[in-house]
């Protein structure tokens, strides 16, 4: 395998060899469904989608488990708040977040395990870790994970264990820990709050032992990749590893990979601080769904990257640029030899956008490349240098890439039967040469969505894909 991703445990950039040949088992931490998931979140799941993608477009078998948390604080909060059972809220805003992700274009993941559905995992793992010493329990019913019986602690965030923690909020129910910086794996009952009655007691699990406990449910003990956004580096990720390596006595995960921030108006996307925009509020107002996966998709996942409408507007005129090319190849027609240096053309963007992303997903360059096959097909276009069928391999190329990369229009983009008559309208129209009623339905037209172009090849439609 030639792709090379950059672990944040390790600080270097390797090949990826996956503990099983030709398959690849990968998790990413997924949301919190106690209300809709933030752009900022959604950046971590693409660039996950871009990797699973990319891994199934090279021949690999991909194993992508994605958790949903449907047990915590603000979910017991908001169900509460609701009049509602956690179920209800959870499977409410998780039909939400699924609603999200199929407008963006995530790739299903192939498992999305609930917390709540995996408690006996869960409880297994806090028993082993009690057996071994690095759990013990507070006079409330909670079970702790003991960090000064884990020394790697601190690794993955390259942090000073004595300094761990320092500022960190003490949860109320944590007060009987032994050591500020212990984490909770399992809490006490306590009265209005859901709980399971276990072998552990009555209680109901922390947040960080879920991952853990799910993803080695589904992948196994030690897997190849574990994706998320950087915030869940410390302490999520790091307690992952504590609890999964003291429990197994086997690495945990081969790669860690982190997503940086979404910045909206130069601060952090977060939602503890207000600063966030939705998903369907901003499908709501308008904004493409596929603008919205290309902002989000198209800087390389290790940097910043800063949303805005300005950076809508570009991927909007990105995508037309893709849409017009598309378009134009699809009713192209010119009778004349094949263009012999199209293939060259054609291999050697493969080879550039290939080599992009076999550089930790390199994916400004690998669109780089694939904009310079833009310009080189248009000329080609312009000066009628190649063939009908010339114009069918260079579509069937962009189709065959975007199965990375997922923003062009569906294949089989049928106008709808009101707008398809519109269309058929002005045809007639133009072939009477009534020309003020064929600009009438073009306006009609463009106010819907669709812009008609006169070309010589006849007229030809597309959606328009700019932001209101
Ligand atoms: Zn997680």
Same mark, same amino acid.
């Given at each position: 395998m030639s792709l090379r991703l950059r672990d944040t445990l390790s600080g270097?950039?390797? +090949? #990826?060899?996956?503990?099983? +040949?030709?398959?690849?088992?990968? =998790?990413?931490?997924?949301?919190?469904?106690?209300?809709?998931?933030?752009?900022?979140?959604?950046?971590?799941?693409?660039?996950?989608?871009?990797l699973v993608r990319y891994l199934r477009y090279r021949g690999l078998r991909v194993t992508w488990v994605m958790n949903l948390t449907d047990i915590d604080d603000k979910i017991i909060r908001g169900a509460s708040a609701a009049g509602e059972s956690i179920e209800e809220l959870a499977n409410?805003?998780?039909? &939400?977040? !699924?609603?999200?992700?199929?407008?963006?274009?995530?790739?299903? +993941?192939?498992v999305l395990p609930r917390a709540t559905r995996h408690i006996d995992d869960i409880v297994g793992l806090i028993s082993t870790l009690e057996s071994k010493g690095h759990a013990y329990r507070t006079d409330d019913g909670s079970i702790f994970f003991r960090i000064d019986s884990w020394p790697a602690y601190g690794r993955l965030a390259r942090l000073d264990p004595d300094q761990?923690?320092?500022?960190?909020?003490?949860? $109320?129910?944590? =007060?009987?820990?032994d050591d500020v910086r212990d984490f909770a794996l399992w809490k006490g009952s306590k009265p209005g709050e859901p709980s399971w009655s276990t072998e552990l007691g009555e209680g109901r699990p922390g947040w960080h032992v879920e991952c853990s406990a799910m993803s080695m449910r589904h992948l196994g003990p030690s897997f190849d990749i574990h994706t998320g956004g950087v915030d869940l580096v410390f302490p999520h990720h790091e307690d992952e590893i504590a609890q999964s390596e003291a429990a197994t006595g086997l690495p945990f995960v081969r790669t860690w990979l982190h997503c940086a921030h979404l910045r909206m108006g130069g601060e952090k996307m977060a939602k503890s601080t207000g600063n966030i925009a939705r998903v369907a509020e901003l499908l709501e107002a308008?904004?493409?769904? &596929?603008? #919205?996966?290309?902002? !989000? !998709?198209?800087?390389? =996942?290790?940097q910043g990257l800063d949303y805005s409408e300005t950076a809508?507007?570009? $991927?909007?005129?990105?995508?037309?640029?893709?849409?017009?090319?598309?378009?134009?190849?699809?009713? =192209?027609?010119e009778t004349r030899d094949d263009d012999p240096t199209l293939s060259e053309l054609l291999d050697r963007t493969r080879s550039d956008v290939e080599a992009a992303l076999d550089d930790d997903l390199n994916v400004s360059a690998a669109l780089a490349a694939l904009f310079d096959l833009v310009r080189d097909a248009n000329r080609r276009i312009a000066a009628r240098s190649i063939s009908t069928s010339d114009a069918g391999r260079i579509a069937a190329f962009l189709r065959d890439l975007d199965r990375v990369l997922g923003v062009l +229009?569906?294949?089989?983009? $049928?106008?709808?039967?009101? !707008?398809?008559? #519109?269309?058929? %309208?002005? %045809?007639?129209?133009?072939?009477?040469?009534?020309?003020?009623?064929?600009?009438?339905?073009?306006?009609?037209?463009?106010?819907?969505?669709?812009?008609?172009?006169?070309?010589?090849?006849?007229?030809?439609? &597309?959606?328009l894909e700019s932001v209101g």
């Open positions: 270097e950039v390797r +090949p #990826l060899e996956p503990l099983e +040949p030709g398959h690849v088992r990968i =998790y990413s931490c997924g949301p919190t469904v106690y209300g809709p998931t933030h752009i900022g979140n959604f950046r971590s799941f693409l660039f996950a989608d871009l409410r805003w998780i039909a &939400r977040f !699924l609603a999200d992700a199929d407008a963006l274009r995530m790739t299903p +993941p192939d761990l923690r320092v500022g960190e909020r003490v949860e $109320a129910d944590e =007060y009987g820990k308008g904004v493409s769904p &596929r603008a #919205l996966r290309y902002v !989000l !998709l198209a800087v390389h =996942y290790r809508l507007d570009a $991927a909007g005129a990105a995508l037309e640029r893709l849409d017009t090319l598309l378009t134009t190849l699809e009713g =192209y027609g +229009p569906a294949e089989a983009d $049928a106008l709808e039967p009101e !707008l398809a008559a #519109l269309v058929e %309208a002005r %045809a007639a129209a133009r072939a009477a040469r009534d020309w003020a009623r064929s600009d009438q339905l073009r306006d009609e037209l463009a106010a819907r969505g669709v812009a008609v172009e006169d070309t010589r090849d006849g007229q030809r439609w &597309r959606r």
